[in-house]
């Protein structure tokens, strides 16, 4: 079955940059973008972008720019979100979602069971 | 940016009652693009609902899902104690994507 499995929970200082893992098993990898959420206490869920693992393209939302980057490892069928210079408000649990998209509509069928980032001094 | 407002933020209701959740997008979204999705604590996001008013896979009928333009609801006919969590719709019609800021389900 579809599986997305991330990696542990972080604890960073402000400014910091934090790397979360995103393993893919049960399908083919490189046929279905992944998608990165983050949720902070309190809020609701947040969109921060995808990438294609098949081509390593990738689509941030502006509120990220400049300080989000999304790769992958196709060997290890493995995603990646890195998100640097932190401040408390990246206090959240981050999430990678598997789109599928199936004429006409599309979702997050799979979703990583999250991985707790927490900033502070 | 679609932003999608939900109501009530908290719904205080009974087992075996009925429950009904709005969604309301800023501007119209496609239905093919919207969906629902519930919240445990400590657990990944379950979609309940795609396409407004499609259920997923293994989802039970008494979860439905309706609307269109800028107007969505679900539905849950008769709660079971497993569906008080928190219920959240998203769309996928324009990037950024963006989901509600959800309803709080809890028993009455």
């Known amino acids: 079955q579809v599986q997305l499995v991330q990696s542990g929970a972080e604890v960073k200082k402000p400014g910091a940059s934090v790397k979360v893992s995103c393993k893919a098993s049960?399908?083919?990898?490189?046929?279905?973008?992944i998608h990165w959420v983050r949720q902070a206490p309190g809020q609701g869920p947040e969109w921060m972008g995808w990438?294609?693992?098949?081509?390593?393209?990738?689509n941030y939302a502006q509120k990220f720019q400049g300080r989000i980057s999304m790769t992958r490892d196709t060997s290890i069928t493995t995603v990646y979100m890195e998100l640097s210079r932190l401040t408390s408000d990246d206090t959240a649990v981050y999430h990678c979602a598997r789109i599928f998209c199936s004429s006409p509509s599309c979702y997050f069928d799979s979703w990583g069971q999250g991985t707790l980032v927490s900033v502070s001094s | 940016e679609i932003v999608l407002t939900q109501s009530p933020g908290t719904l205080s209701l009974s087992p075996g009652e009925r429950a009904t959740l709005s969604c309301r997008a800023s501007q119209s979204v496609s239905s093919s693009y919207l969906a629902w999705y519930q919240v445990k604590p400590g657990q990944a996001p379950r979609l309940l609902i795609y396409g407004a008013s499609n259920r997923a896979t293994g989802i039970p009928d008494r979860f439905s899902g309706s609307g269109s333009g800028t107007d969505f609801t679900l539905t849950i006919s008769r709660l079971e104690p497993e569906d008080f969590a928190v219920y959240y719709c998203q769309q996928f019609g324009s990037l950024p994507l963006t989901f509600g800021q959800g309803t709080k389900l809890e028993i009455k």
């Open positions: 990438i294609n693992p098949n081509t390593g393209d990738t």
């Open positions: 049960g399908y083919t990898f490189i046929g279905y973008f």
